[in-house]
């Protein structure tokens, strides 16, 4: 609900959210339909005052908590069916994930499904995971397929059309993936894959913060024929597309350090920088700003993946009100009350335990603690505006280890 708090004889501006708890409540927030008030700028009045947060804050605003809309980008290469130390599949583990996490998100979730590479008919008869090699076989000579349809954007379209996570959906996520246990699909058009899922977030009606979610196992292959251009600069490029206009953002999951079928941590990093979703600042430095799962630890380190994005793609993401949008950072300072203490979140910039903006600038994002406190009952987070801004230093992070 839209609040307005007015304390009288003070100077400039105070912006404040009030939320419910974060993290899978289904009758929080997130059920909220939007306000009106705030829908023209313009947020409701309040009959209560709290206490002014600094001299200088004079009025304070709620902003709307947003719901998540999440287009899941999910590879279905031939590759996929690579074994793990583990010796479940790619596939079987990253299915395995999925499901996990579709059972944690809330109802009020809007999630869809996108499957990759599309356009051509799986290639079974020719191509399987030599049982020797652990890798990609394919017959000698054997048909290829033409990439002129997989590498065309416009003929993606999505395997399961996005709503909200109700029983339903979630049981179409699961025939869907389910039905290409067996299917061995040729090439990863990561360029074409992704400048679809953009476009089709971008054109969905579904309310909420939008975004992306790419798992993938390897590096864009399998375009170069066409004439289509399949390369990393042209991957950056499509995720890029989604910070302009109506904001989407693009979550990097994948596999680096298999010998087999991997990708390039050099290759991955920029996508995420590009898609709005660089992990800390500076993570461009050691190629650690997507997130990247390992062949010992695969399903283990989904999970955690899963976890970490959950908090950035499902969680704790919140529109300012038209008169807080751009305004001066060092004059805004974000408060957690809980009902009976109140502390600074601080600005965040290595997005551990703060907060920061979105790349619209309209929006802002809680990170770690920052947004599971919000699970206590009662808590509310004030955003305001003409308080100084207070923030957590850059520190140095371990190397990443390659």
Known sequence: MSRLYTSLGLGLLAVAVAVSACGSDPEGILDAPADPGLANGTPDPLPEAPGPACSE???T????REPSNVLFLYDRSGSMHI???SKATRWNATKKGFFDLLAKLPATT?????LFPQGDAPVNAWCKIN???????CDNPWPEPGSGARCDAKRYVQNVPSALLGAPQVAALHEQIV??????YWGTPLASALSAAIATQRASTLPGAKSVILLTDGNPTSCGDSGIDNDIDNVVAAAAKGLK????RTFVIDLVDSAIQAAKAENLSPIAVAGGTKRFDGCEKDDACFYRLTDKNFAEDLKKVFEEVSLQAFDCTFSLPANAAGADPSLLTVQLADGTTTRTVPRDTTRKDGWEYLPNGSQIQLYGPACTGMRAANAELRVVLGCPAVTVPATPRDPVVR
């Open 179 to 184: 039905a290409q246990d067996r299917s061995f």
């Open 57 to 59: 804050a004079r009025q």
């Open 245 to 248: 206009g109506t904001l989407v």
């Open 110 to 114: 809007g999630a869809g499904l996108m």
């Open 131 to 137: 049982a020797t090699t652990n890798d990609v076989d």
């Open 83 to 85: 074994q793990l130390a």
């Open 61 to 64: 605003y709620a902003a709307t």
